[in-house]
């Protein structure tokens, strides 16, 4: 079955940054769009980066300039590289995969989803 296992998230400082990372199994990989999602407290869960089968991808406008997300298919591994963190950015980041290769940016189509990594950023 579908696999991901997030890693990468941790503590730092306003102004750092962080590479997430999501190892992918269980399917062809590079036949779904992926995605992030993150998490805060109290709130709901909203996209990030999505990124599809072809490498087109899409930014939430509070990352975009800051985050990149990008894929390793050789290593079936996701990244989302953060940089400029900030305060707000803090959350629960979640790897997401689509049962399609295109990306609609809506979290319900996503059908997997890993267990999340913590990224904290204080200010």
């Known amino acids: 079955q579908v696999q991901l296992v997030e890693s990468g998230g941790g503590s730092v400082q306003a102004g750092g940054s962080l590479r997430l990372s999501c190892a992918a199994s269980g399917y062809r990989y590079n036949s779904y769009c992926m995605g992030w999602f993150h998490q805060a407290p109290g709130q709901e869960r909203e996209g990030v980066a999505t990124?599809?089968?072809?490498?087109?991808?899409t930014y939430a406008a509070s990352v975009k300039g800051r985050f990149t997300i990008s894929q390793d298919n050789a290593k079936n591994t996701l990244y989302l590289q953060m940089n400029n963190l900030k305060s707000e950015d803090t959350a629960v980041y979640y790897c997401?995969?689509?049962?399609?290769?295109?990306?609609?940016?809506?979290?319900?189509?996503?059908?997997?989803w890993g267990q999340g990594t913590q990224v904290t950023v204080s200010s």
């Open positions: 997401a995969a689509d049962g399609r290769p295109w990306c609609l940016w809506d979290r319900r189509t996503f059908a997997y």
């Open positions: 990124i599809s089968s072809t490498g087109s991808t």
